[in-house]
């Protein structure tokens, strides 16, 4: 069983497009994040939530929404794709705020 | 603020050799180190944790220790293996819980 797995793993898309990014855990952890790993491999937080609420909204384009339906989920939708939005996004989860994080395989976005 | 250095890559050694990634944060307080590795292709996996000063953490022959006198925390191994090959990165866990990631080193294991 994958703990925190997301879909799609790849996803190539034009500019201008809106996508979203699905994430789930079956930890049964509270605490669910969105990473994001530049082209150079640089990891930087995007969003926290903790039993659903937000936490962590870095300095983030508000073209990306997170969403979480429940503790298990947390979605990330992307209006108006850019270029410059190319990149692997990761999910993680933890049981805590300051426990160990777990992460999915990532999804790699590619914005033509 | 927070933030983690770790010593740029990438890192080529022959395997058996002795491996040292040199890791060093600044931080409010005595935060929680991590190590984590990415092998291609794949996602990030804890390979080992520090959660206090002098603690040592270890894990399939990799070992760091916290030494909070110079804020660090190195990556070493006596003996590396071809599939020790992957990108590992450095982190903390900031007071809201979120990790710092350092930017991450590419290790190269030549058989």
């Known amino acids: 069983d994958t703990a925190v797995s997301q879909t799609p793993k790849y996803l190539v898309t034009q500019m201008g497009n809106d996508k979203s990014i699905k994430c789930e855990q079956n930890?049964?952890?509270?605490?669910m994040y969105w990473y994001k790993q530049d082209s150079k491999k640089f990891l930087k937080i995007m969003f926290s939530?903790?039993?659903?609420?937000?936490?962590i909204n870095e300095t983030v384009p508000n073209r990306f929404s997170p969403k979480s339906p429940d503790k298990a989920h947390l979605n990330l939708h992307i209006n108006s794709l850019e270029l410059g939005d190319s990149a692997v996004y990761f999910c993680?989860?933890?049981?805590?705020?300051?426990?160990?994080?777990?992460f999915g395989q990532g999804t790699r976005l590619t914005v033509v | 603020g927070n933030s983690v250095t770790q010593m740029e890559g990438p890192v080529t050694l022959s395997e058996e050799a002795f491996l040292t990634i040199n890791c060093t944060y600044t931080?409010?307080?005595?935060?929680?180190l991590f190590w984590y590795v990415q092998y291609p292709g794949e996602g990030l996996q804890l390979l080992l944790k520090?959660?206090?000063?002098?603690d040592k953490g270890s894990n399939k022959g990799f070992e760091a220790t916290y030494r909070k006198e110079t804020t660090s925390f190195h990556l070493e191994k006596g003996s590396v293996q071809v599939s020790d090959s992957a990108v590992y990165f450095c982190?903390?866990?900031?007071?809201?819980?979120?990790?710092?990631f350092g930017k991450g080193t590419k290790l190269s294991v030549k058989p």
């Open positions: 930890l049964g952890h509270d605490t």
């Open positions: 931080a409010t307080g005595y935060p929680s």
């Open positions: 939530y903790n039993n659903k609420e937000l936490i």
């Open positions: 982190a903390l866990r900031a007071s809201q819980g979120n990790l710092i």
């Open positions: 520090a959660t206090k000063a002098d």
């Open positions: 993680a989860s933890s049981q805590k705020v300051r426990a160990e994080a777990f």
